[in-house]
């Protein structure tokens, strides 16, 4: 998959642009505050119709104006699909070869795109709901029924408070069972999930870092379950109602439920000490680009596409060693590459790979 063209209309800083992009690694070069980070936000949005900063409608469209219209054409083998996005205060209008897309399921699942930011980091280093957040987006890339077990089992989880704290035992007893009826398919598909990270981080983390560090992840949970090899729903169902029945008491009396994957976390461990609390910035940085590499290569090899991969601020997130890893690690896996930098010369140095360099300056973009 590759994004062949881009144009944005009244987007961020951008008034008006147009950009043909090369399928290999495109780097988007500029002093601070010029719109690099604008631009890879607008490929994020076309592609996930979601940013990867905390922003809502307005704050997408430019000042002053009404609305916003990006477009990218994407392209897979000989197929090309024109995307367009619409941005209104109150709303996003998407569109795939001009059919409007009503429902947002139905424009999910076709490009597939993973981005590592400055913000990034705060999921090794901050509050266990952005691990758990990571791992459920992460998730819903591989499978979009997930997004509706998630909510499905959220409702559940409010209802069954709801209940504890007025006190309904008819209520409390039917909203129990469905909530660990479903935290149990959720639970499983993510032990599926870090298992299958298990199998590639480890060996990604050591290709950026050039280290024989030894990395893995471990979900933490209340109930046992290591060996996912001998777990299914049901198993877990099981283990979810055992846990349940020794906090009952406590949750009657804190009247909130305290059993499932709504308390659960993961941890990253390097030479089996945690790095939230043991690893270096410069550790971290590479162990969450090692995870996300790691998604790159679960996608290729479960839905037989290549992401295309956004890296937001590469100059100040990884010194010259890793990032010409990183960059030999991507061009050997043939992945579409944006990029920003403040400094040209430090993506030059390091690797022999050709770029297409694209000066961003006061919300215009020139090919170099
Ligand atoms: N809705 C908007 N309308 C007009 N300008 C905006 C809007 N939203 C953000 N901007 C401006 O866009 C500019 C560029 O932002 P951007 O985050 O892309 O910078 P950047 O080139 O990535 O800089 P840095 O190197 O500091 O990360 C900022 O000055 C910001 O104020
Ligand atoms: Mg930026």
Redesign the pocket.
Same mark, same amino acid.
């Given at each position: 998959m590759r994004l062949s063209h881009l144009s944005l209309l009244n987007f961020? !800083?951008y008034e008006e642009e147009s950009i043909c992009f090369s399928s290999d690694t495109n780097v988007f070069i =500029? !002093? !601070? +505050? $010029? =719109?690099?980070?604008? +631009?890879l936000?607008a490929i994020y949005l076309l592609a996930t119709l979601q940013t990867f900063r905390p922003a809502e409608n307005k /704050?997408?469209? $430019?000042?002053e104006k009404k609305e916003a219209t990006l477009r990218g054409i994407f392209e897979e083998g000989d197929v090309q699909q024109h995307y367009s996005l619409h941005i209104e205060p109150l709303g996003k209008r998407p569109r795939i070869n001009d059919k409007v897309i009503k429902k947002t399921s139905e424009y999910f699942g076709l490009v597939h795109i993973i981005c590592f930011c400055p913000f990034d980091l705060q999921v090794l280093q901050g509050a266990p709901v952005l691990r758990r957040r990571y791992l459920d987006r992460s998730l819903f890339n591989f499978n979009s029924q997930y997004a509706v077990e998630i909510g499905n089992y959220y409702r559940a989880f409010l209802q069954h408070n709801a209940a504890l704290r007025i006190e309904n035992e008819e209520m409390i007893e039917i909203w129990r069972e469905k909530q660990l009826f479903l935290g149990a398919k959720i639970l499983l598909k993510r032990l599926q999930f870090i298992a299958e990270l298990n199998t590639l981080t480890p060996y990604l983390y050591r290709e950026i870092s050039g280290s024989k560090e030894e990395v893995s992840i471990h979900y933490d949970s209340e109930i046992k379950c290591s060996n996912i090899n001998n777990l299914n729903e049901e198993n877990i169902l099981e283990l979810l109602k055992d846990k349940q029945k020794e906090v009952l008491g406590l949750e009657r009396k804190l009247k909130r439920s305290l059993v499932g994957p709504h308390r659960d976390q993961f941890s990253v461990f390097i030479s089996e000490k945690n790095i939230k609390v043991f690893g270096s910035q410069g550790e971290q940085r590479t162990a969450i680009l090692a995870l996300k590499l790691s998604e790159l290569v679960a996608m290729e090899q479960k839905k037989g596409t290549k992401p295309l991969f956004l890296l /937001?601020?590469i100059t100040s997130e990884l010194d010259e060693k890793r990032k010409g890893y990183l960059f030999e690690s991507l061009k050997q896996k043939g992945t579409q590459v944006f990029v920003?930098t403040?400094d040209v010369k430090s993506l030059k140095a390091n690797d022999e790979q050709e770029k297409a360099l694209f000066k961003?300056e006061n =919300?215009k973009i020139q090919p170099l």
């Open positions: 961020r !800083n =500029g !002093n !601070n +505050a $010029q =719109g690099k980070t604008n +631009a936000e /704050d997408l469209i $430019q000042w /937001d601020d920003t403040t961003v =919300g």
